[in-house]
């Protein structure tokens, strides 16, 4: 009996042993099994014996992000504001505020948008206005050049150029503005009238009158009353720039008076070489020269040297100082007199009104009168000190008061 059931479990061992041995096959409804319905841990599946454990936290800046949408300050346009467009870097400034006289880049595009259709006087007139109620104007170099333009279309001042319309004038052809020293007369030709009067000690009076007009721009005429050593005359005269030009600020003039003594009484000749240059100090410094003979024809006949130099410097549009010297001199060289010899200094100062001058009235190609710029009047004070004289001295001193109008 114990032999059959030895021999039983030894058989049972021998026929269980492949099914132990094989591998299990994963059944194949198992390996498609769905998980997603299966209940997700709750947060004390995470706990552990001996305390709590947090959960993990979630980060919600990216949800935040999005629900918050792009911020307002990236919309850097206004459909209610209208879109300003610069020309340059100089006009991106002009969007600050400005103090009383300043304009901003909207009213000169304004001002420059109205003035395209009307005619070159009417616009001429219409920025010197602009100027006037804007002085500190950002565009004022720009206006002033237009101005030019316009000036020279109307009173034919412009170089010739191409049949689309003429270049601007050139540099060299522009104004000077030399005013005029004391004593002497200016070496740049230019229209202008002249009054002053010396009043000195012990009893010296002598007035200057003197109206000079501009032919051409080289060339000028004068006439005028003068009274010097020899007394009072009557001048008429010309001037001619060989040289002048705004390019390097250099006038050379050469010119000839015709003189009529009236006490005594006798004619004269008087030509005279002139020069002047100009140097950017301050708003300018203005140098003048000039040396002449006068040739008294009378019995006997007389030959006088007379020189001068003048310095003014601006300091501003409104204020002008000035020094000077002149001389006179005769009987160089002769053994029976001395050489007479009268020399004077001179010094004072220019003013300007800022609101003075006289608008002058120009007439353009169709014959209409408008009003031009206005031209400056220069007050004129000054005082003269003889410094060195022989065989003359009716005064000692004088002072000249005197007014210029430069048209």
Do not use: C
Request: overall charge negative; aromatic content about 10%; hydrophobic content about 35%.
């Amino acid at each position: 009996m114990r032999r059959l059931l030895g021999l039983s479990a030894l058989l049972a061992l021998i026929v269980a042993a492949p099914a132990y041995a094989a591998p299990k096959e994963k059944p194949k409804a198992e390996e498609e099994e769905d998980y997603t319905e299966e209940e997700m841990p709750d947060e004390g599946d995470f706990e552990e014996e001996g305390g709590d454990v947090p959960p993990p936290k979630r980060l919600e800046e990216d949800d935040k992000e999005d629900e918050a949408g792009e911020p307002e300050d990236l919309d850097f346009i206004d459909e209610d504001e209208e879109e300003l467009e610069f020309r340059d870097e100089e006009d991106q400034e002009t969007v600050k505020p400005r103090g009383p006289g300043e304009d901003t880049a909207q009213i000169y595009r304004d001002a420059e948008k109205k003035l395209k259709e009307v005619t070159p006087d009417e616009e001429l007139i219409a920025w010197e206005a602009y100027l006037e109620k804007y002085p500190k104007s950002l565009f004022r170099e720009r206006i002033e050049q237009r101005m030019e333009s316009l000036s020279a279309d109307l009173f034919g001042e412009r170089v010739p150029g191409s049949d689309q319309g003429a270049r601007r004038e050139d540099a060299a052809n522009r104004e000077l503005n030399f005013t005029s020293p004391l004593q002497f007369a200016s070496a740049d030709p230019r229209t202008r009238i002249g009054a002053s009067a010396e009043i000195g000690i012990p009893n010296w009076f002598a007035p200057h009158l003197d109206a000079e007009f501009q032919l051409l721009r080289n060339f000028s005429a004068h006439a005028g009353i003068d009274q010097d050593v020899t007394g009072p005359a009557i001048v008429l005269g010309a001037k001619y720039g060989v040289i002048k030009s705004a390019r390097t600020n250099t006038v050379l003039s050469a010119a000839l008076d015709l003189k009529l003594n009236t006490g005594p009484t006798f004619p004269g000749i008087r030509p005279a070489i002139m020069a002047g240059q100009k140097l950017p100090i301050l708003q300018g410094l203005y140098l003048q020269g000039e040396f002449g003979v006068d040739l008294e024809l009378r019995d006997p006949a007389g030959l006088r040297m007379f020189y001068g130099f003048n310095a003014e410097l601006r300091a501003n549009e409104v204020v002008y100082a000035y020094v000077e010297t002149t001389g006179t001199l005769k009987y160089l060289g002769q053994q029976d007199f001395k050489t007479f010899q009268f020399m004077v200094a001179s010094f004072g100062m220019k003013f300007v009104p800022s609101k003075g001058g006289f608008p002058t009235l120009l007439a353009n190609k169709t014959g209409v009168f408008i009003t031009h710029e206005k031209k400056p009047v220069v007050i004129v004070l000054g005082a003269n000190i003889p410094y060195s004289a022989r065989y003359w001295g009716f005064y000692r001193g004088s002072v000249t008061i005197g007014a210029e109008w430069y048209m």
